[in-house]
C-alpha cells in the first residue's frame, strides 16, 4: 500500500504515538468526518500498515534497568538448527526481539534483565545453552531513541 | 512502589494491547473503578507511558531494513552528539540507539529497495560525521517483536 495522501500519513503518524485516540478526535483533528475517518483507519488496518497496538512501558521504573543487544552466530547451520534455534530463543521471557539476520551474525537479539548480574544469569542459563548457538556479542544499551521514519510531515 | 495487583494489569493489558477498560478490569478480576485508579497512578508516575499503533514499513513499500553498526572516532569529544544530531535528520532512520561495547551506535535504515538502500548509504549515511567504522546487518526475518517485558 503506497497510495498514500498527506492525511493518511498525518493519521499513521498520530496513532503511532497515540493509538487510544476516537475516530472522531482524529477526524477533528484533520479536518474529516468521524465516519471518512474511521474509513481511513479500517483501510490502513486491513492493508496491515498499522500492525496492532503496543502497550508502551517504561522498563526501567518495572525495575529492567538493563537492555543488552546481542549477535549471535550459529555454531551449526541447516534447516533443522535454524527452526530448533528460533523456537528455544522465542521462549526466552526476557528475549524481546529476535531478528534473522545476513552479516556478521545470523540473530540479533534485544535482552532485557533487572541488572547486570540478572543479565549474565540469562545469558549464561538461557542463551549460552540455545540449540546451535556459536559466538555472542554483547553490547549494552545505553540510551535509545525512535524516530519518526519516512513520513514525509 | 508496584504490587502484584498492578503487575497484572501490566501482564494482561500488555498481551492484548487493544483491551478496553471494561474488558480488562474482567480479566484481571478486580472492579473498574479500581482498575481505572491503579492504571491512572501508573500513568502518572510514568511507569505507562502509552499506547500506540506499530507501524509495518514493509506494508508502505518499504522491504528493505539494515541494521548499521557504527564505531565512531573518539578522539573527538563531540563525537556522540554531533554523530546522533546529524543522523536524526535522515529521514529513513527508524531507531538510533548507542552502547557500551564493541559498538557505539546502532542505526536501524529502512529503504524501497536495494538501490533506494544503496543510494541512503552513500548520501546520507557515510557522510555522517566521525564514522571509524560500519558494519551492516540486513533483516531477513522478524522472528519475534512485541517488545514484552517478563512482568
Known amino acids: 500500500m503506497t497510495d498514500l495522501d498527506e492525511t493518511d500519513r498525518a ?13 472522531g478526535a482524529l477526524g477533528r483533528r484533520f479536518g474529516l468526518s468521524q465516519p471518512a475517518a474511521w474509513r481511513r483507519i479500517r483501510k490502513l488496518e486491513q492493508a496491515g500498515v498499522l500492525r496492532g497496538r503496543q502497550l508502551r512501558l517504561n522498563a526501567e521504573s518495572l525495575g529492567f534497568g538493563v537492555t543488552v543487544f546481542l549477535g549471535v552466530k550459529l555454531a551449526t547451520k541447516g534447516r533443522v538448527s535454524l527452526d530448533d534455534f528460533e523456537r528455544a530463543v522465542t521462549a526466552i521471557p526476557e528475549v524481546q526481539r529476535v531478528e534473522h539476520v545476513l552479516g556478521l551474525y545470523d540473530y540479533r537479539l534485544r535482552v532485557v534483565a533487572r541488572d547486570l548480574s540478572d543479565f549474565e544469569r ?5 542463551i549460552m545453552t540455545l540449540p546451535g548457538v556459536g559466538d555472542v556479542e554483547a553490547n549494552v544499551l545505553l540510551s535509545e531513541e525512535r524516530r519518526p521514519g519516512p513520513l514525509g510531515l | 512502589m508496584l504490587d502484584d495487583l498492578d503487575r497484572r494489569i501490566l501482564r ?6 487493544a483491551l478496553n477498560p471494561a ?23 510514568g511507569v505507562v507511558t502509552g499506547v500506540g499503533m506499530v507501524i509495518d514499513w514493509s506494508a508502505l513499500g518499504y522491504s528493505v531494513e539494515v541494521s548499521l553498526r557504527i564505531t565512531l572516532d573518539k578522539t573527538i569529544a563531540r563525537a556522540f552528539d554531533d ?3 546529524a543522523a536524526r535528520d535522515v529521514p529513513e532512520v527508524t531507531e538510533i540507539q548507542t552502547f557500551l561495547g564493541r559498538v557505539d551506535v546502532r542505526l536501524n535504515i529502512i529503504a524501497r529497495n536495494m538501490a533506494h538502500y544503496q543510494d541512503i548509504y552513500r548520501s546520507q549515511v557515510l557522510t555522517l560525521p566521525h564514522i571509524a567504522d560500519i558494519e551492516a546487518l540486513m533483516l531477513v526475518a522478524r522472528i519475534k517483536a512485541e517488545e514484552a517485558l517478563p512482568l
Open chain 1, 11 to 23: 493519521l499513521i503518524r498520530a496513532l503511532s504515538r497515540d493509538a487510544t485516540q476516537s475516530a
Open chain 1, 122 to 126: 540469562v545469558l549464561r542459563r538461557r
Open chain 2, 12 to 17: 494482561h493489558w500488555q498481551s492484548d494491547p
Open chain 2, 23 to 45: 474488558e480488562l478490569c474482567e480479566r484481571c478480576g478486580i472492579s473498574a473503578g479500581k482498575t481505572a485508579r491503579r492504571i491512572a497512578r501508573m500513568q502518572d508516575d
Open chain 2, 83 to 85: 554523530f546522533i544530531a
